[in-house]
């Protein structure tokens, strides 16, 4: 009698563990639709900075004489295969210019160098594949996050030159890059088809070799990767999309 009345108990404790188990449990977040399915989404960021120095100083550097400038246009195409998810890719094309007439880098009383005519530009093509997904903020149809995942390739040239005469010197360098990155970012709805983009990225891995030919003669080889965990500042970027 006592067996039958444990093993009574016992179907009776797994009957109710078994259900508390089976049901579900809700968080009470509703999804709601921000960019629907079969949208196509076009947009293009541009970055343009220039500055120009006379007699400019800075820290240890003194005499600066010349001017920079950079330039930056990323065009982008994306397809909303579903509800607020998407894919497709970017191009993109980024090009800098230092020129400096002379500077002079002084260390101590005793101790300075004198740097005179360095010019240096560099250009760099790039070809990048991207997935991402947009989710609103409550019931806002305006205003909402995305995150963007990226693989990115691509290739770059510079040239360095140094002195004249009998002093010039002179660097080629070809480098080619692969990496796949994280860029989370925030999205504003101005009309029903375009909106004003700010990402920044927070995760990426990067590899890269280079190249490099010193005065048409002497080569070396230079291999580097690199890991990004955190809020990388120098790549925040704003562009301008439209949704089609």
Known sequence: MAKKTILALVIALCAVFGAGAQERFSRHIDSQTFVPKGQWITGVSVSYSQSDNDNYQFFIVEGINGDTYSFNVTPMVCYMFKDDLGAGGKLGYERSRVRLDDANLIVDSETNYKNENLYCINQQYSAMGIFRNYMGIGDSKRFGFFNEVRLEFGVGESKITNGVGNDFTGTFE?????????????????????AIELSVGVLGFNYSH?????????????????????????????GVSFYL
């Open 174 to 194: 070809r480098t080619y890059n692969v990496g796949v990155g994280v860029m989370p970012g925030l999205v504003m709805f101005l009309t029903n088809y375009s």
């Open 210 to 238: 280079t190249k490099q030919t010193n005065d048409q003669i002497y080569v070396a080889n230079r291999d580097s990767k690199s890991a990004n965990f955190r809020i990388n500042l120098f790549s925040i970027s704003f």
